[in-house]
C-alpha cells in the first residue's frame, strides 16, 4: 500500500520545496501555484485517479457477468495513467485490479506476459492485450444502459 503513495507524497515534498523561496521572496501567488501544479501530478500519479480496485477474483467474476474487460494496472504506470484520462468517463465501466495489492492480479498478469508483471493489461473475453489503444477499449465497452 505504502509503495503506491512514494511518487504522489514525493511530488507534494518536492512542491513544497521549490515554493517554499518563492513565498520567502514575497510570491505567494507564484508559490501556490506552483504547489498546485506539484498536488495534481500527485493526484495523477496516486491510486486516487483510479476507480476503485477490485481483486482478480472478482473482477473475472463480475466480467463474465456483465461482459466489461478487466484492467490490470499498478499506481505510478504512466501508460495506465494514459489509458485512464484517455478513457475518460468510461474508466469507471471497466474493472480495475491493482496489481500491487492483489498478488492474484499480479500473477494473472504474469501469466499472460510471459512472467512479466506488464501493465495496463486489458483482458477481454478471456483474451489479454498489454496497452491497447484506449479507443479500442472503449470499443470493447458493452452499449450502457
Not at 518563492?22 to 500527485?42: E, W, Y
Not at 492483489?102 to 486489458?122: C, H, K, L, S
Amino acid at each position: 500500500m505504502m509503495r503506491a503513495w512514494t511518487l504522489p507524497m514525493s511530488l507534494v515534498a518536492c512542491g513544497v520545496l521549490v515554493a517554499s523561496p518563492r513565498a520567502r521572496d514575497g510570491s505567494p501567488a507564484a508559490a501556490v501555484g506552483l504547489c498546485l501544479v506539484f498536488v495534481v501530478l500527485a493526484w495523477l500519479y496516486s491510486p486516487l485517479a483510479f476507480p476503485r480496485s477490485i481483486g482478480a477474483a472478482e473482477a473475472q467474476r463480475r466480467s463474465a457477468a456483465d461482459g466489461r474487460p478487466v484492467v490490470y494496472w499498478r499506481a505510478g504506470c504512466t501508460y495506465c495513467m494514459r489509458l485512464r484520462i484517455r478513457l475518460g468517463r468510461n474508466a469507471g465501466r471497466l474493472h480495475w485490479v491493482d496489481i500491487r495489492r492483489d498478488p492474484a492480479g499480479a500473477a494473472e498478469v504474469r501469466a499472460a506476459n510471459g512472467g512479466d508483471e506488464t501493465v495496463p493489461t486489458v483482458v477481454v473475453g478471456g483474451r489479454a492485450h498489454v496497452n491497447p489503444d484506449p479507443a479500442w477499449v472503449r470499443g470493447q465497452l458493452p452499449p450502457s444502459t
